[in-house]
């Protein structure tokens, strides 16, 4: 009773505040009912139907007890097909499941949703998931009825159109079961998808003569096929011009329209003829990184007066006014508290003859592994050095990260660089220490395997504005200094070949769910080119999914290609199948998955030497993945790359040498000399990155 009583004077509202969303509590509970609003919801037996009525009523309607769908049974078989209610999903391997899905999501982007699911199903498994012979099979059971009647024309569309599916299924005679099954498909002048919104894939002009990136079996194409393929989903010219029939005649003009993209001739025109190149800046903690690219970018008119005044006020606010500038690119809240950079931001913008995607890396050490995802992705960079007294010093000596960034982002494939000599107003300009500065960085990066004539030095002051995008206009400068301003020698950048003939191959370093349906991927096109509606394939998980759009520096974008930063929104796969680190790539050329590798690395400055069973981690593209060094197999000669000796017992500092390394789980590989960027990686090992390598073997 005390219980009861406890109850009844209990507060409810303060009792059960924040119960709302407790499972099974609805906000009605929280009001009291009084005593006569209770009665109405009281059980009374007398009133209480009695199971006896159910079953007189159950006896007026006959139910039929539904049969389970039975793949060996063909008879049962059939007779589930008339009804999808009794459709069971098949039991399936992994595999199998996922060349299913896959095909049937094709035949629904062909033929919409006007044929059952449990007769895709059927179809597609007797076809051994062959896409092209289930959608032929699919297509063909909609033709049968044609013969029986007149057929459809543009002018005067069959009255069936726009009717249900299941208005049809009633419409089938129920004779023999194939026979059935094939009165019972609707046509394909029914279909309401129109042909011109069916996705395809495409394929870049010198690849037309290789296989097609949809189904699983890729019979001998050529252009006439690809289209075909893609587009009514017909490996023979007959089955097309059957198909092109039974199409309303708009429907066919969408179809004939329906080209392969020529994605080079493309590229050319796109931003003007402008070439693409990415560009990380690196250099150590403080170097001036965020406040020399974020005054480039606000005099570039990137950032607007009124933006850049609320950074100044907020900054100042902050007590950290010196940092308005870096503000511009370090973008989140501890970035901006720390004062430092910690992600790789993006940006893009313009010179007179490229398209500058910016990728601002971090300097600090804690945050390598994020500096190597920038540079993995760059063609170009620039290192930004502190000319300050002192500073120089502490970045480039021992424990400073300009040696480390150099080296890697060399080891990463840069081979361009422009050294910005920064914060040169704090030393009034001298010509002397900039020399200096000039003299010791130009042994290092020789000795890091850059090029004298592919590094140039540029004396700028971030937080002045000066030498960035005007000419020097400072007169201590303007003495000693005639070359190129920052913005001159980025334009004079050279950028690397883009392969859009390769096999498609795009990283992942960002995995988000956004509007709508499906998610979006973030990352880098390797190789390869991508259009909306492309098939692809998610490795290492080989799920296969549907790209649904692309995004370019959030502009919508109908393709994509090889350099480019781009953001991809897929379907047709769970998002727990895709993480950083994914490859998604051709369906009929994909990527390797490897666990073990061989390698050819070379040994960074290390204290321990390295042993076999030595765990590190392995750094590749936008990826880290902890791995051990099987085995020692070979010392090389620094230059002529000949082994000097067998199963070494250990690396030490400077050596070159070739390795197995394995990982704890496969990772999307190519051999170095099949694809530069996607065959190289980086080792480190504690917080010191002890070696480059690039990929020789994977057995
Ligand atoms: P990051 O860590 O390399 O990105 O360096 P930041 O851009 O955050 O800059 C670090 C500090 O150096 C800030 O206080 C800046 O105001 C200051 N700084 C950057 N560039 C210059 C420059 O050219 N001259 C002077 N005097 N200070 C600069």
Known sequence: MSRHRNIRSMNVHDEYEGYDDVYGHSVEDDYGVSPA???????????????????????????????????????????????????????????????????????????????????????????????????????????????????????????????????RWQQAPAADSCHAKEEAAPRVAQVSTPRRQVKTGFQPVAARSKQVTTGFQVPPTDTREVIAENGLGSSTEAGEREDQQAMPTSQKAAGKTKQVLDVAAELSKRDEGKEVINMVIIGHVDAGKSTLMGHLLYRLGHVNKKTMHKYEVESQKAGKASFAYAWVLDETGEERVRGITMDVGLTKFETDHKVVTLLDAPGHRDFIPNMITGAAQADVAILVVDASTGEFEAGFEAGGQTREHAMLVRSLGVTQLAVAVNKLDTVGWSENRYQEIVKKLGHFLKQAGFKDSDVVYIPVS??????????????????????????????????????VDKPFRFCVSDVFKGMGSGFSVAGRMVAGSIQNGTRVMVMPSGETATVKGIAMHDFPMNWACAGDHATLTITGTDIMKVSVGSVLCDLANPIQAASRIKARVIIFNIDVPITKGFPVVFHYQTLSEPANIRKLISLLHKSTGEVTRNKPRCLSKGNNAVIEVELNRPVCLELYKDNKDLGRFMLRYGSATIAAGVVTEIP
């Open 37 to 167: 609003t209770e009665a109405q919801f009281m059980y009374r037996r007398s009133e209480a139907p009695r199971l006896s009525s159910f079953i007189e009523e159950s006896k007026k309607e006959s139910i039929e007890e539904e049969e389970e769908y039975d793949y060996d049974d063909q008879e049962d078989h059939d007779h589930s097909l008339s009804d999808s209610q009794t459709f069971q999903w098949p039991r399936l391997s992994d595999q199998n499941e996922a060349r299913l899905r896959s095909c049937l999501e094709e035949i629904h982007n062909v033929i919409g949703d006007s044929v059952p699911q449990h007769v895709l199903v059927d179809t597609v498994m007797r076809c051994d998931y062959d896409l092209d012979k289930a959608l032929d099979a699919v297509l063909s059971l909609q033709d049968k009825p044609k013969e029986a009647r007149p057929p459809p024309t543009a002018a005067a569309p069959p009255k069936t159109q726009g009717t249900g599916a299941g208005d």
């Open 462 to 499: 971030g937080l002045q504005g000066e030498n960035l995008i005007k000419p020097a206009s400072e007169p201590p400068l303007t003495t000693w200094y005639k070359g190129p301003c920052l913005l001159q020698q980025i334009d004079s950048f050279k950028s690397p070949p883009r392969p």
